[in-house]
């Protein structure tokens, strides 16, 4: 556990709040880096030049290699990385998994793991170089100079010690005063990051939290003592859309309001074009392209940006074609064409006596369009992935029904139940989890084949050409079936996860968050190959997720989900194009990308506002009387308490 002292650096006080720099007319100078490494920047001065104004920069990192030691050998992660961040401005490192810009980041702070090491360069804060200073003195820098939003909240916050104190230790490290001042403080921090309550939140434990509002109170840790910089490092990749917007919303005021230039740390670009004046792309360690937003958006110059702009699902159309023939399907359908239907499901989970049921499905009906994509989507708690156990078989529900290609789900035990799950298959969202690590790749794609009952269990050279099949038809190389899931990358893993689903040949497959943990590229290859599957094998799919970009990538219709109930569904073009429910509107102007951030004072406005992430009640919801609500549109009713809000 990461002591949150450690973590959420912060900074002397200030009380001049400082301006962004002006904006300046772009060009663009192209070098090369080291091993051939073409560097694009398209700012208005090259690396290295001073802040506008004549102001030193906040953050100035030149030539910075860090390298990782192992027992074997030393291994270089970061190659001649070199950025500036300027008073007030917002700068974004986005790159995917292993690119560098977390140890860049780590580096800058002096925060490295024990075998990191930074070989050459420098990094200046404020104009000051630190990068020969001991991890003593650096102490000083992160407290005074520099504060630090974490990636993880579960991590960072002490578990055994409350929020109040959590945030205390900061201030008390830094000998910010009394035990009064230092608990004035803290209710003036968890007040100004808009958490609720702030004197019984203060006494509360980081479990008692949910993901936003810990997020909250590590923002309120960084920016305690008002730092001339934040490090936030993938601040929101764990949150859901509407959270996330809030979340960047509140940095985005702080550094206003303060003057603080954050260094945002993000894979994902959409995030990058709403929220940063400038993006440093990386690649393998090193800067591939660098520039003002609007302009690196709109007119990228490195090969690699340009892949990331085309799979990004914010900046991606749907895949015409596959689209078109789908919704082909879905114009002509009739109810003799539903391969699911779902009417009036009921999912209850028993508490204590005196809080009574808790009811996590309620009244939810859809239909799925044999051979199309159905969504169901919603932030974390609206009961989709519930409703998806129900449709493959798992667990009993309280009431309604379930429909599969025919068979009623809801009644299936022993033997009928085994037979109907060969037909219907789910893949689960992280492919680092649900692969046996001590199988090989041949034994987890042939696992399905052998546990069938012993009168058709296919032979073992008949279970392994199978698997053989089944590998190549998700485009991977014959030697994978060999190796081990920790020999293969997260999108290899999750092409072995469909695989194994695919293996008993099924008519229908449950995707649950299917592409969230991989990085964007992969998440396209996924999302493009799960398209050829379909179109090749006739597939039904049910898609769980709580991006609405991939969502309107895949699917043919959608669900939307609000507290265990569906406020609203249809074709997904019309969904989006239109929205009808307040929730769904609040859900689609959270989606980051929408609009490309043009300067440090403009932000996006959210005009549904934040209750929107909180559950609703409604009246009666058309969903429950027709079951193939999907293909005729339809929102559920606004209630009077809503309205009120």
Known sequence: MTSIATTLAS?????????APPATEPSTDQGTTEQGTTDHRTTAEPAGAAPARGRPAVLSVRDLVVSYRTRSAARTVVHGVS?????????????????????TAQAVIGL??????????????????????????????????????????????NPVKTVGDNLAEVLRIHRYGSAAAIRARVLELLERVGIPEPEVRARQYPH??????????????AIALEPDLVIADEPTSALDVTVQQTVLDLLGDLQRELGTAVLLITHDLAVAADRADRVVVLKDGRVVEEGPTAQLVSHPQATYTRSLLADAPAFRSPADGARA?????????????????????????????????????????FAVVRGTTHALVGESGSGKTTTARAVVGLGRPTAGSVVVEGE??????????????????????????????????????????????????????ARAARAAETVERVALPADVLRRRPAELSGGQRQRVAIARALVLQPRLLVLDEAVSALDVSVQAQILDLLGELQTDLGLTYLFISHD?????????????????KVVEQGRTEQVFARPEHEYTAALLAAIPGRGVRTGSTARRTDPAGEHHAAPITRGADPASEHHAAPITRHAAPTTEQEQSR
Do not use: C
Not at 86 to 91: D, H, I, M, R
Not at 346 to 360: I, K, Y
Not at 548 to 564: C, E, H, K, P, W
């Open 11 to 19: 900074a002397a006080t200030r009380s001049e709040a400082r301006p």
């Open 112 to 157: 490295l793991a024990e075998n990191g090491r930074v070989e050459s360069g420098t990094v200046a804060i404020n104009g000051t170089d630190v990068s020969g200073w001991s991890s003593r003195r650096l102490e000083s820098v992160r407290g005074r100079r520099v504060g630090l939003v974490p990636q993880d909240p579960n991590n960072s916050l």
């Open 208 to 221: 008692e939290l949910s993901g936003g509002m810990k997020q909250r109170v590590l923002i309120a840790g």
């Open 408 to 461: 009623q789900v809801t009644g299936l035990r022993g033997e009928a139940l085994r037979r109907f799950r060969r037909g219907t298959q789910l893949v689960y969202q992280n492919p680092f989890s649900s692969l046996d690590p001590r199988q090989s790749i041949a034994e987890i794609v042939a696992e399905p084949l052998r546990n069938l009952p012993r009168g058709e269990r296919p032979g073992r050279s």
């Open 83 to 103: 950025l500036d961040v300027g008073p007030g401005e917002v700068v974004a490192v986005v790159g995917e998994s292993g690119s560098g810009k977390t140890t």
């Open 548 to 564: 609405l970009a991939v969502v309107r990538q895949i699917s043919d219709t959608v669900s939307v989900m609000r507290a265990g």
């Open 325 to 365: 023939r789908t919704a082909a399907l879905v114009e002509r359908a009739d109810e003799h064409d539903h391969a699911v239907v779902v009417t009036g499901l009921v999912q209850e989970f028993a508490r204590d006596r005196a809080a009574g049921a808790f009811r996590a499905v309620d009244d939810v009906s």
